[in-house]
């Protein structure tokens, strides 16, 4: 029963879900079978880890719905498919009380289905100014400024009065922007699918399209205007201008944006700006720094209040490589709380052991070392990688060679560690190991080997290694 269409519904619901719901499900308009409402009453006090509890068997359920009857599998099932279809209408319900001013366009309708045009024009005014600071925020506001322009449309001609009638026009023109809106989401989804997925994709009306966003038209919508600039960055992903151009409009119209269509935004530019720095414009790094921080300061990049452990490393990453030292300390100090919570003790080590590590403070990084905990093999791998580094810079021979060595026993040893993972580490320990016995007749050939390998971890700092060890070097 636990993993029933029912219980996975049920866990899906919040606490004030929970109790919209119990609203609903004992209202005589959406649910007269009162059988129900005592089986969601049954369910309801269980909570989440119950859900997961060994005793949450259909027999179990029914001994308590039903302690005077004997197991009916058939009632139950009955019972669980019909709590399961209210549920359901729930959801839907509540989506539709949530969509904007779906209800009012609705009500709208049927005034004019009815011919009561005095209630038609009162609730139209209404529905008109709720719409208005909403309407070039998404793309279903886009579609109601349509539909009610539509319906404008509609009343006009119920009328019978010959002569021009502007609602057409109108109606026309919100089409085409809730069109232009959708129709650029998908061409940007379906482009940047092509990229990382090559298949048979078909790109429809891509020539028509930026054509009609040439015309200027439309720069006032946030929605077209941005992903009008994205379209044409997937195109000409070479031309860095139309990047810089989307970023301007990203922060210029950030606040009208809901969340979901901010974060794939800022996504998109997250990713092209990792791309540029991956082609070797290493000017994008602080751009691609600064867009992650503008992210999160708005909270597009958060999820439930927590933010993701790979965006929280990648920014430490990128703050350490830019020296900005400053500023990595106050981000970990900021945002450490919020990841989750089984990972914040190591994140927070870690990344200040590498902070300290960074500005040559190796007491302290070693310190805050001590205190990593291990709950993730990376933070483990990455920690040692970290103590090689340190002893190797403060000319700790013997203890930088016996640590590669115990180093490269642990991942030889570790099943549970994939060779994809092991090898950069590996590579890693054995040109350090060179490095560190001084085997450097011939310098050049190691620094080949670096930028040959594949697979290898902290290939600049190794690098950097042997530049500052051979100064002649060019």
């Known amino acids: 029963m636990h993993h029933s269409k029912l219980i996975l519904l049920l866990q899906s619901l919040d606490k004030s879900e929970i109790r919209a719901f119990s609203d609903f499900a004992g209202s005589p308009y959406f649910n007269k079978n009162e059988a129900l409402v005592r089986f969601f009453d049954l369910l309801k006090p269980f909570g989440d880890q119950a859900f997961?509890?060994?005793?949450?068997?259909?027999?179990?359920?029914?001994g308590?719905?039903?302690?005077?009857?004997?197991?009916?599998?058939?009632?139950?099932?009955?019972?669980?498919?019909?709590?399961?279809?209210?549920?359901?209408?729930?959801?839907?319900?509540?989506?539709?009380?949530?969509?904007?001013?779906?209800?009012?366009?609705?009500?709208?309708?049927?005034?004019?289905?009815?011919?009561?045009?005095?209630?038609?024009?009162?609730?139209?005014?209404?529905?008109?100014?709720?719409?208005?600071?909403?309407?070039?925020?998404?793309?279903?506001?886009?579609?109601?400024?349509?539909?009610?322009?539509r319906l404008e449309e509609i009343a006009f001609s119920n009328q019978g009065i010959r002569k021009s009638n502007p609602s057409l026009q109108a109606a026309s023109d919100r089409f085409d922007e809730y069109f232009l809106s959708k129709k650029l989401t998908y061409l940007c989804a379906l482009l940047d699918y092509r990229k990382q997925f090559p298949g048979q994709y078909n790109i429809a009306m891509l020539p028509e399209i930026r054509s009609a966003l040439q015309s200027g038209e439309y720069d006032h919508n946030p929605q077209i205007a941005i992903h009008g600039r994205l379209l044409e960055m997937q195109i000409d992903p070479g031309n860095t201008r139309l990047f810089f151009e989307f970023r301007q409009l990203l922060s210029e119209f950030k606040n009208r944006l809901v969340q979901k269509d901010a974060t794939d935004l800022y996504l998109h530019g997250i990713n092209y700006c990792i791309q540029q720095v991956r082609h070797g414009q290493a000017a994008f790094a602080e751009t691609l720094l600064s867009l992650y921080e503008e992210a999160l300061q708005e909270g597009f990049l958060l999820q439930d209040g927590h933010i993701s452990p790979w965006t929280y490393k990648n920014v430490v990453k990128l703050g350490l490589g830019l020296n900005q030292f400053d500023r990595v300390e106050q981000f970990i100090v900021e945002y450490t709380d919020l990841l989750p919570e089984n990972q914040k003790t190591d994140a927070f080590q870690f990344n200040m052991a590498d902070l300290h590590y960074h500005r040559k403070d190796y007491d302290q990084a070693l310190d805050h070392l001590k205190n990593v905990e291990f709950t993730d093999i990376h933070y483990k791998l990455d920690a040692r990688v970290i103590l090689c580094k340190v002893y190797f810079e403060t000319g700790e021979s013997?203890?930088?060679?016996?640590?590669?060595?115990?180093?490269?026993?642990?991942?030889?040893?570790?099943?549970?560690?994939?060779?994809?993972?092991?090898?950069?580490?590996?590579?890693?320990?054995?040109?350090?190991?060179k490095l560190q016995r001084g085997n450097q007749a011939h310098p050049e050939k190691l620094e080949v080997r670096i930028r040959k390998t594949a697979m290898l971890s902290n290939r600049n700092w190794l690098l950097r290694q042997i530049k500052l060890a051979n100064p002649k070097m060019g």
């Open 398 to 433: 013997e203890a930088l060679l016996s640590l590669l060595s115990a180093f490269r026993i642990f991942l030889m040893r570790s099943g549970n560690i994939s060779r994809q993972v092991k090898e950069p580490y590996l590579n890693f320990i054995s040109i350090l190991g």
């Open 52 to 62: 997961r509890h060994s005793d949450l068997t259909r027999e179990a359920i029914w």
């Open 64 to 149: 308590r719905f039903c302690p005077d009857r004997s197991y009916d599998e058939k009632e139950l099932n009955y019972l669980m498919s019909q709590l399961t279809k209210l549920l359901e209408r729930f959801l839907g319900q509540r989506q539709f009380e949530q969509d904007g001013v779906q209800q009012e366009i609705y009500q709208l309708e049927a005034h004019l289905e009815r011919g009561l045009d005095k209630g038609y024009r009162f609730l139209a005014r209404q529905t008109s100014a709720r719409l208005r600071d909403q309407a070039d925020r998404t793309a279903s506001a886009l579609r109601q400024a349509f539909d009610l322009a």
